[in-house]
Every structure is written in structure tokens, then in C-alpha cells.
């Protein structure tokens, strides 16, 4: 956790302004006739890294073999960063036994050094160098007639930064056995740049025509101060005669087996001188001659739609020093971008010349017509010996109002206008003075478990009650049918005793309502005004159709005698109560 | 009903009743929050605790995180969750500091928006809603037992479904909260043995902020439980926070 908070912290850092130097070599034990390669990766996102201050080295030969530049852009919460890195490659070749240290390389940026840690490098006897080179047999030929090797410089006063041209000359009027090999001299202070390609050429020396093999360095003094360029050596096998003897002794020649002889140069010395006072206040530091020129790539655009400004500082001088111009420009018009630069380096004639390009990516805020000011550079011309500034001439661009929604989509990834994260973090605190508190939980409280379980047992008790009370009424009715036969059949025994003591009033009456009751009784309906239509719809989907014909002459019969009596009226009655009786247990059946 | 009104009410303004000095204790905090000053401003904080407020717990958070403590920050964030589980700040943040905590299982999208979902609400708001549906649907019934309208008996039938699930929910979200713990690991560097002992080997690291669930406690250790990792194991009690 704490790893990755440390990280967001040095993320935090990067998103700064950040330079990281590193140094590394191929290996850490060497051979003493063999090389290391040393690289140097200068990296930070800021466009104009600064220039790396070379070490005193004193226990190896360090040559420079150029530097690579590469670019990075990432994304980084909707925020484009770039870095850029160099990475600087150096040759080293020991010179002695032992153990030794290559002291760190720096940087300083806005005041502050970065640096790389010292490298420990072992060098160890070589093995097979000896085999090669019998120690016996070494003769220096330091100023042979036939074969010797000369360094000069071109100035021996220089100022700082300004190119020296250092020329190696090996002149030989024999033959080699075997390709020479050239150690160069030791070169502290400068900063080293190989001129190829190598020249070779005939020149003519006290009368006697010698081939000349040429190499070309340029050097760019460091710091002010007397230097010596220290003696350059060239390992050659040549034949173990000379030229003259030849004719004399033919057969030498023949059974020769070479001479390994190494050659040595004079140390040279060179003056470098610091630059005049006083130095106008934006001197970039850059020596040498240069032109700038700034140029855009349209010059009618709209609000919000990108314009890249190229600036291109060219001339001879040391190239890979040239410091981003300052452009400056109002924040209100426009919108600067990280600027990107590219190197451009020719040798050709021996001299170092080129290009170095800076380009801008600039958003216009506002219509209308913006100028990009003049660019200044300024520099020290020492051919002239003079401070310089070259400025480039401004450029009016011509600004229409855009719309805003649309270029965001058409400038994509720069959308200057949109929502952009830059950093990420928590909201803030909550200020108001409201409070919502932890509320005592419901379903623990009492009096609304209640109230909730009330609920549903109301309804049960509702639906229960309603349910027996409806249960019961059907009881009623079932128990009232079962009872019916007995009843009408009790009834039509008493109407037999009222027959016989004569009360034929009263049994007429019986009569009539014993087989209604008995019909109302069965049927769940009430006992009164059951008249014979109701029987008969009530009776329909029941019984026989005949059966209901029956009953309803019953009823007609009793009418007839109830209201019409006669002598016989009681053997009728017998009779009619016998045929009641027939019909009621016949109903008793069906019903 | 009425009774059921009365008592909502009453239980809406519990929150209302503030005293002066708790809101100059907050105030007080605040301003030393401003200041950078986190720590002092947690112990200010932690003064009003004894009042559980949403406000407290997440002001809380938010200096332990710039106090650099991610898992104590956790911790005062889901406090403040539970109380108010859709406040937006709240769950920005805590997505936000969760993005820390280095997580080994892959966090399936669909299980996040089901949980979501689940801790939409908080008990009492699901609680009371439950109440209403039977309300509602105990209304319904009585109604349908002394009127046969189909329309009421259809409605009685998706309010009866309705509670159902409303019920399984609530019954669900109850059982968690009172017998499902959770804490957050508070420290930064935790490690959960086979068993409730020193000398045992440890199963398994956990990180800083990481929730987990404790089964049970035995003398000064907790038994936890990783469901998204299905692992179990014993850590001590101090490396936890329970929520």
C-alpha cells in the first residue's frame, strides 16, 4: 500500500518537470587492448534537455560515437506528457592495468545536478595480445622515414564551445602486413565529434612521395583553460626491412615474418579561451553561427483547431548544445504545447554543421489576428569574435471564430476546451451544518412490529369470521331438510287426530301449509308465501315433471276442499292425507 | 394508520435535534481539515462519534486518506455508507481510494451492480417499504373479502408478489446485519495464519482496505473470510476495523 502511494508521489513528481540520467556499460571487466562501451541516457519530458557535462577521465580513452535521441508521448489522465530521451554513446578504452572508476556523468537542470553513479570497471591483462605482440620485437619508430604518424589542430586559441579540427595523419611509404590499429590520443575536456569519412591521399615530403591516411575529429572545448591533446598511437606490422635493402637482400624479404612496431605522435597543445564579457543576458551559450528561421504550417485557421510552429536553428557549431528558443507568446491568444525537437547533423567538408528543429503545437483561444512574435536567438559568432542574435521574422495568423463542440472531436486528443482530469483525488468535506444521523433500526422498534403484524392478523380474523358465519347459515339449511320429512309426517298424524275429534276447520289449515313447509324446507327458502309457481321453478331442474303436476293438484285438491266442503269431506281428507304422504316420501327420495 | 404517520414523523426529526456544541466541534474540524492538518483533525472528529452522523464518518475518511491511511479511510467510508448508501460523494470517493487497494480477484461487473443494487437502499427505508406493501396489499384483501372485483383480485395477486420478494429482501438484508460482520484490514501489512496462533504458518497476505467478513472471534483473534478469493484464515484482532 505504502509502495503505492510512494509511486503516485513520484508519478506526482514526474508530471513536474523531472530529468533522469543513467549510465550504464557493456561489461565491468576488461581486457586491456579491448573496448567498453559506455551509453549515457539522459531522459526527462521537458523538450530542451539539458546538455550532459563530460567527467575528467583520466585512466581511459573516451571517444564519442554519437547519440541517439528518442521520443515518448504517453497519455496520463487525459493529459499528454512527452519524454524525451538521449542516449549518448561513448567508447572507452583503458590504459592501463587495475582497477578504476568512471567517475559520474551530470546534468543541470533549473539548477538542480542530476547525476549517475560511478561505474567500477576492472581491466585485466590481455591474453591474447601478447601472443601477438612480442614485447622483444617492439621498435618505436617515432619519426621513421618510411612510416610515421603526425596529430595537429587547426587553432591552438580557442574559445569555449568552439569547433577545433584535430587531423591524424599516418604517413607510410611501405606496406602494412596487417591493417594498422589507431588508438587516439587522450582527450580530456572536449567534447568529441568523428568527422568520416576517412581521407587517403599522396603527398610529398622532402622529395619522397608518402601515402597519407587522414582522420578527421572535431572538438568543442568544455571549459576554458590550457589543454594537451596527449600522444595518438598506431600499432602497425610491417615488413622487417626497409624499402632500400631490398634489392640487397632478396631473400630477406622472403622469409620474413613481420615487425610489429608501434608509432607515437607529439602531444599538442591548445589555449581555450572563455567567452568574452560582457555576455547579453539571453545568451543561449551556443558558439558558432546560426540562422533561425520559424515558420507555421497554415496561416488561417479557426479557434481551437491546432497549428504546429516549426523553428529551425541552423549553422556550424556544436548542434547538439542548441537550446530551445524562448517563444513568447500571450496566454490568452494561445495555447502552447510540450515542443518536440530533432537533430540534424552533417559532417560533410569536415565541419560540423546541421539543423536542429524545434516544433510547437500552439491552439488559438481566440479569433482574429494573432501574432506570433519574433524568435531571438542568441549565440557567440567566433569567426567574428563577436555576441550575435539571429531572430526570426513573426507571423500573423488569421484566427476565425470555431465552433467549439466540433473541434473538439477534429483536434482529438489535445481537446483544449474539454473536460480534462489532470489530477485525480477525493472529493472534499462535507461543510454544511445538516446532519443525518444513524437512525435506530425499525424492524427492532416495538410498536411498529406490532402495527405490522396487526395487519395481516386482522385479515385472518376478518376472513374467518366472515367464513364461519357463512358456514353456519349453510348449516342451518342442511339441518332444517333433514328434519323435513319428520316434521311433515308428525304434522299429517296430528291433522288424523283433528280429523278425529272432529275439528275439521283447524285440520284444513294444517293441511295446506304441510306440504309448502315441507317443499320451503328442503329448499332453504322461507316457509311463507311459497306460492305454486314458486314450487314449480323452484322444483323444475329436480324432480319429474310429473311429479310436480302431482304436487300442484295436492295443493289444488286441499283449495277445493278447504273451501268447497261437502258430506264426504272426511273419508276426502283420508284419502287426499294419504296421497300427501305418498308424495312427500316420494320428494324425500329425489330431494 | 394514523399511529404509523405519527410514529414516522417522530422518527424523522430524531435527526434534527443538534446541539450547538457538536456543530462547533465539526466547524473546528473542518478548518484544521483545511489546513492540511489531517491528523489533528481525525481527533477532533472522533470526538463526535458518540453521534452517529454520516457527515462525521465521511469527513473522517477523507483525512485519513490524505492522512495517507487508506484502510482506516475505507472504514469511515462504508460507516458512512451505511447510513446513507446513495450519497454521491461518498460513493465516488470510495470508489476512488479502493482503487489503491490492490485487489487479486477480478472484480466481475455484474456481481458489483447486483450488490449495488442489493445496498441500494438502507434497512429502515427497505424495512418501512416492505410495511407499506403489506399495507396496501392487506388493504386489498379486505377489500376483495366483501367485494368479488377481478380488478382487485388481479391487484392482490402482483402486490402479494411484490411483498414476497420485498420480504425475502428485507429478511436477507436483516440476517446481514446481524449476524454478517465485516471489517476493513487497517493495516498495511496483514497475514492470515492457518490458525489462531503465531507460530502457525501464514495461508495468506491481505492488503491494506481490503473488506472481509469475520466468522468468529477467539482471544485476540478473528476468523475471516475472503468470498471473492474463497479463502479462510486467522488474523489477529488488530489488524481489523469491524465496519
Known sequence: ?591 | MKKILVFLILFNTFGFSQNQSFIEKFIEANKLYEQQKYSEAINVYKELLSTKSMEVYYNIGNAYFKDKKIGYAILYYEKALKISPRDPDINYNLDYVRSFVKETAVQDTVGKFLNQMYNFVTLNELVLFTSIILLVLTGLLFFYLFKKVELVYWLSIGFGILFFVLLIWTCSRIYQNEDVIYAIVVESLAEAKSAPQDDYTTSFTIPEGKKVQILQTRDGWYEIFLKSENLKGWVKKEVLEII
Request: glycine fraction near 4%; charged fraction near 25%.
Open chain 1, 1 to 591: 500500500m505504502k509502495i503505492i502511494l510512494l509511486l503516485i508521489l513520484l508519478a506526482n513528481v514526474i508530471f513536474g518537470d523531472d530529468i533522469s540520467i543513467t549510465a550504464s556499460v557493456d561489461k565491468d571487466i576488461v581486457e586491456i587492448n579491448d573496448e567498453i562501451l559506455l551509453q549515457v541516457t539522459v531522459s526527462g519530458n521537458t523538450s530542451s534537455l539539458p546538455s550532459l557535462v563530460l567527467p575528467e577521465i583520466s585512466d581511459f580513452n573516451i571517444y564519442s560515437r554519437g547519440q541517439s535521441q528518442s521520443q515518448n508521448f504517453s497519455f496520463v489522465n487525459g493529459r499528454i506528457s512527452s519524454s524525451v530521451s538521449i542516449i549518448y554513446n561513448y567508447t572507452l578504452t583503458p590504459k592501463g592495468i587495475g582497477k578504476f572508476v568512471i567517475p559520474s556523468f551530470s546534468v543541470e537542470y533549473k539548477g538542480k545536478i542530476y547525476k549517475t553513479n560511478p561505474i567500477n570497471i576492472e581491466v585485466v591483462k590481455s591474453s591474447t595480445q601478447q601472443r601477438q605482440t612480442k614485447p622483444s620485437r617492439i621498435t618505436k619508430y617515432t619519426s621513421n622515414e618510411d612510416v610515421f604518424i603526425t596529430v595537429t589542430l587547426n587553432k591552438d586559441k580557442v574559445y569555449v564551445n568552439e569547433p577545433v579540427i584535430m587531423s591524424f595523419r599516418l604517413y607510410t611509404r611501405i606496406g602494412f602486413l596487417r591493417q594498422p590499429q589507431y588508438k587516439p590520443p587522450e582527450i580530456t575536456g572536449f567534447w568529441i565529434e568523428d568527422l568520416p569519412p576517412q581521407r587517403n591521399f599522396k603527398e610529398i615530403i622532402n622529395g619522397k612521395e608518402y601515402m597519407v591516411t587522414e582522420i578527421k575529429t572535431a572538438l568543442f572545448p568544455l571549459s576554458p583553460g590550457e589543454y594537451t591533446i596527449g600522444k595518438a598511437y598506431v600499432n602497425c606490422v610491417i615488413d622487417d626491412f626497409s624499402f632500400d635493402d631490398f634489392r640487397d637482400d632478396f631473400f630477406k624479404g622472403i622469409f620474413s615474418r613481420g615487425k610489429n612496431i608501434t608509432l607515437e605522435s607529439k602531444p599538442v597543445n591548445i589555449n581555450v579561451l572563455p567567452l568574452p564579457l560582457p555576455k547579453p543576458s539571453d545568451f543561449s551559450g551556443a558558439v558558432g553561427v546560426f540562422d533561425i528561421k520559424a515558420e507555421v504550417d497554415k496561416k488561417e485557421l479557426k479557434t481551437n483547431e491546432p497549428v504546429t510552429l516549426t523553428i529551425t536553428i541552423s549553422g556550424s557549431g556544436n548542434i547538439k548544445s542548441i537550446t530551445e528558443p524562448v517563444i513568447s507568446l500571450s496566454e490568452n491568444e494561445f495555447k502552447k504545447y510540450e515542443t518536440v525537437s530533432s537533430l540534424n547533423i552533417n559532417k560533410d567538408n569536415y565541419k560540423v554543421t546541421g539543423s536542429k528543429v524545434f516544433k510547437t503545437v500552439l491552439v488559438p483561444k481566440k479569433a482574429g489576428k494573432l501574432i506570433i512574435p519574433s524568435v531571438k536567438y542568441s549565440f557567440f559568432d567566433y569567426i567574428e569574435k563577436k555576441y550575435k542574435v539571429s531572430s526570426s521574422s513573426p507571423i500573423e495568423l488569421l484566427v476565425k471564430q470555431g465552433p467549439k463542440e466540433e473541434t473538439l472531436i477534429s483536434v482529438g486528443t489535445l481537446s483544449p476546451e474539454g473536460v480534462k482530469i489532470l489530477g485525480k483525488d477525493i472529493r472534499y468535506i462535507k461543510q454544511k451544518n445538516k446532519f443525518t444521523f444513524e437512525k435506530p433500526l425499525l424492524y427492532k422498534n416495538f410498536i411498529f412490529v406490532v402495527i405490522n403484524l396487526s395487519l395481516p392478523i386482522g385479515l385472518l380474523i376478518t376472513w374467518q369470521v366472515i367464513s364461519y358465519n357463512k358456514r353456519r347459515k349453510k348449516d342451518e339449511r342442511s339441518l332444517r331438510a333433514s328434519k323435513a320429512y319428520s316434521k311433515a309426517i308428525k304434522k299429517l298424524k296430528n291433522i288424523y287426530k283433528l280429523i278425529n275429534t272432529n275439528k275439521l276447520d283447524e285440520s284444513y289449515a294444517t293441511l295446506e301449509n304441510v306440504l309448502t313447509e315441507y317443499i320451503a324446507d328442503k329448499l332453504g327458502k322461507g316457509q311463507h308465501g311459497l306460492t305454486k309457481e314458486e314450487i314449480r321453478q323452484s322444483l323444475l331442474n329436480k324432480v319429474e315433471e310429473s311429479l310436480i303436476n302431482d304436487i300442484n293438484s295436492l295443493i289444488e285438491q286441499i283449495h277445493f276442499i278447504r273451501f268447497a266442503p261437502s258430506n264426504d269431506t272426511q273419508t276426502n281428507l283420508e284419502k287426499l292425507i294419504k296421497s300427501i304422504q305418498e308424495t312427500i316420501s316420494k320428494l324425500e327420495k329425489v330431494l
